[in-house]
């Protein structure tokens, strides 16, 4: 079966770090465009990064220079490295898959999302 | 980045109704339009691609329309099931972004 499985969120302090995983199954993580998605508590969607299956990464202006996307080949798994979190980072994360696997695409498959909540 | 927008912002309709949503961009995004359906505490589905191409599995009461700026999801005879959230998005260029939603509520 096809599915993603994040993991890894929860509470922490403003300017602190957190470190998000999507483990996949019946498909290969470094053969596809992987993405974060975010969405704040009520809110909609917003689109936080990307990995391409060449290695290349793209950022939202609101992450660029705090997160890190990256994937680990044989775990087949993404990662998402949030630093110097903000209260506005405060969501639940989603990983998922461009349907193409190798062009920017819709999303076909996501995860089940993982909280991630930004308080003091 | 490209911006899109929904209309209505919600909808109240009835089982068995026909409804429409409206997405419109900011600049043309040819046909790079995907729909979504989100229901509570859920991630959010695919249900259409290429603004008019219906992923593999979705009920064909679902339909979309459109190219460069100005784009709809059509759902015919509403099911119970039908309720929730949807979300367009254009994956023209990145950042991808995504419209604010339209929250389709029973009547």
């Known amino acids: 079966e096809v599915q993603l499985v994040e993991s890894g969120g929860g509470l922490v302090q403003p300017g602190g770090s957190l470190r998000l995983s999507c483990a996949a199954s019946g498909f290969t993580v470094s053969s596809n465009y992987m993405s974060w998605v975010r969405q704040a508590p009520g809110k909609g969607l917003e689109w936080v990064s990307v990995i391409y299956s060449g290695g290349s990464t793209y950022y939202a202006d609101s992450v660029k220079g705090r997160f890190t996307i990256s994937r680990h080949n044989s775990k087949n798994t993404l990662y998402l490295q949030m630093n110097s979190l903000r209260a506005e980072d405060t969501a639940v994360y989603y990983c998922?898959?461009?349907?193409?696997?190798?062009?920017?695409?819709?999303?076909?498959?996501w995860g089940q999302g993982t909280m991630v909540t930004v308080s003091s | 980045a490209i911006r899109m927008t929904q209309s209505p912002s919600s909808l109240s309709a009835s089982t068995g109704d026909r409804v429409t949503i409206t997405c419109r961009a900011s600049?043309?995004?040819?046909?790079?339009l995907a729909w979504y359906q989100q229901k509570p505490g859920k991630a959010p589905k695919l249900l259409i691609y290429?603004?008019?191409t219906l992923q593999s599995g979705v009920p064909s009461r679902f339909s979309g329309s459109g190219s460069g700026t100005d784009f709809t999801l059509t759902i015919s005879c509403l099911q119970s099931e039908d309720f929730a959230t949807y979300y367009c998005q254009q994956y023209y260029s990145y950042p991808v972004t995504f419209g604010q939603g339209t929250r389709l509520e029973i009547k």
């Open positions: 290429a603004a008019s």
């Open positions: 998922a898959r461009a349907r193409s696997g190798y062009s920017i695409d819709a999303f076909d498959i």
């Open positions: 600049q043309g995004i040819s046909s790079y």
